[in-house]
Structure formats: structure tokens, C-alpha cells
């Protein structure tokens, strides 16, 4: 199983200020013939479903702010909220779709 | 637009078998690269994937929880049913389905998800 480990638990971050959110994953997540990383991002919100923010590590969903991106390959990534609105407090989630089991990491809470 | 929806007991003994029901809508799980998947969420837990079956028919599940479950589609209807057998308290959660697909780019996660349908497990 690729086992994947979220940093930090928690983070309290100022309004407009950066956040940033770690995940690695036990063994790499690069499908060589496409060269894209099986990594996506999801926010959930209280009481909601997870909403998909980001897939392929770095390709943000249609009408999610510019201000949500994410980097990184091969087993180490990175989500970054640019200037942390309110909204955006949240617990987010990293996930590898590489391969079964899929698995996701343990989960960030963020707060203001 | 996809839409999912979890229907099924919220209550059920220990030992009993937990048969949840998504109904879903703006996709077809016939077409080619389409998958369903379920999902669960203990209170204030983390996420863990349990199953997905897939537009040819095949299926996967968690190894951890492969003995007790079993996933199955009626495409006619557009459903995708999820048993799990021999109920334990620690099955509590939010059991959730998901829609996933694969294109000429290669394959997408989960990217639409039911609201989820809280299952308690006590006697």
C-alpha cells in the first residue's frame, strides 16, 4: 500500500497570509508513460462532502481560486493557499490515485 | 451535471450486513473510463477508500476490508450498491460514493461525491 503522510496536523494561519501543506507518499506516484503524478488535493468543509481542488498534483479544478495551487513529483507535494481567506478554513486532504489501495493522508486542519 | 446519492439504513446491529444504495445521475457507469467508487469517514477521521467498480465490470477493493465487501452495479437503473458484512462499532462512519473517470490525459480522482449517508453501528 502507498502509504501517504500529511504535515503539519494543524495549522493556524492570518488572514491573507500563505499556508502551506506537506504530503508524502511511501513510493512514487509518477506514471512514466504520461508523466503525470497521481496526487489530488480536496478541501472539506464541516458537515460537507470533499470538494476536489486540485488532480494530477499540479491542475487546478475548474472554478476553484487561483490562490489554491500545487507543486511537487514523485513522492513529495505540496498544497499552497497564496493569501488565506476565510473560507478557506477547512481540513484538506491529500490523495494517490497511482494505485489500489488508494489511499489518502491524514488530513490538515486549517484555521485562522 | 453528476450528481450521487447514498441511501440506506442509519442504524445497524453488530454482526448484521450493511447494503448501501448510490443513485446517480449525468453519467452513464457503461461508458468507457467511468468508475464508482465508495468511500468512509469515521467521525472526525480521515478518509479511507473501500471499493470501486469499474465501466468493464471489474472491481476493487481495500485488502483490509476485501472479505466483507462487496461491490455491484444495476446500470439500468444507475446504481451502485455496497455490502458490508459482520457489522462492528468501529464500522461507525459516513459512507460516501464517488464518481472518477479516465480521459486522454490519463486518469482523474474522485471528483464527484455524494453528501454521504451516516451509518451507526450499535446494539
Known amino acids: 500500500d502507498i502509504v501517504m503522510t500529511q504535515s503539519p496536523d494543524s495549522l493556524a494561519v492570518s488572514l491573507g497570509e500563505r499556508a502551506t501543506i506537506n504530503c508524502k507518499s511511501s513510493?512514487?506516484?509518477?506514471?512514466?508513460?504520461?508523466?503525470?503524478?497521481?496526487i489530488a488535493w480536496y478541501q472539506q468543509k464541516p458537515g460537507q462532502s470533499p470538494k476536489l481542488l486540485i488532480h494530477?498534483?499540479?491542475t487546478r479544478e475548474s472554478g476553484v481560486p487561483d490562490r489554491f495551487s500545487g507543486s511537487g513529483s514523485v513522492t513529495d507535494f505540496t498544497l499552497t493557499i497564496s493569501s488565506l481567506q476565510a473560507e478557506d478554513v477547512a481540513v484538506y486532504y491529500c490523495?494517490?490515485?497511482?494505485?489500489?489501495?488508494?489511499?489518502f493522508g491524514g488530513g490538515t486542519r486549517v484555521e485562522i | 451535471q453528476i450528481t450521487l446519492r447514498e441511501s440506506g439504513p442509519t442504524l445497524v446491529k453488530p454482526t448484521q450486513t450493511l447494503t448501501l444504495t448510490c443513485t446517480f445521475s449525468?453519467?452513464?457507469?457503461?461508458?468507457?473510463?467511468?468508475?464508482v467508487g465508495w468511500i468512509r469517514q469515521p467521525p472526525g477521521k480521515g478518509l479511507e477508500w473501500l471499493a470501486l467498480?469499474?465501466?468493464?465490470?471489474?472491481?476493487r477493493y481495500n485488502p483490509s476490508l476485501r472479505t466483507r465487501l462487496t461491490i455491484t452495479a444495476d446500470t439500468s437503473k444507475d446504481q451502485v450498491f455496497l455490502t458490508m458484512t459482520n457489522m462492528d462499532p468501529v464500522d461507525t462512519a459516513t459512507y460516501s460514493c464517488?464518481?472518477?473517470?479516465?480521459?486522454?490525459?490519463?486518469?482523474?480522482?474522485?471528483?464527484?461525491w455524494g453528501q454521504g449517508t451516516l451509518v451507526t453501528v450499535s446494539s
Open positions: 449525468g453519467f452513464s457507469l457503461t461508458t468507457s473510463g467511468v468508475h
Open positions: 467498480i469499474y465501466s468493464n465490470g471489474d472491481k
Open positions: 490523495h494517490q490515485y497511482y494505485s489500489a489501495p488508494l489511499t
Open positions: 513510493q512514487s506516484v509518477l506514471y512514466s508513460s504520461n508523466n503525470k503524478n497521481y
Open positions: 464517488a464518481h472518477r473517470h479516465m480521459d486522454s490525459g490519463g486518469w482523474h480522482p474522485f471528483d464527484s
Open positions: 494530477w498534483a499540479s
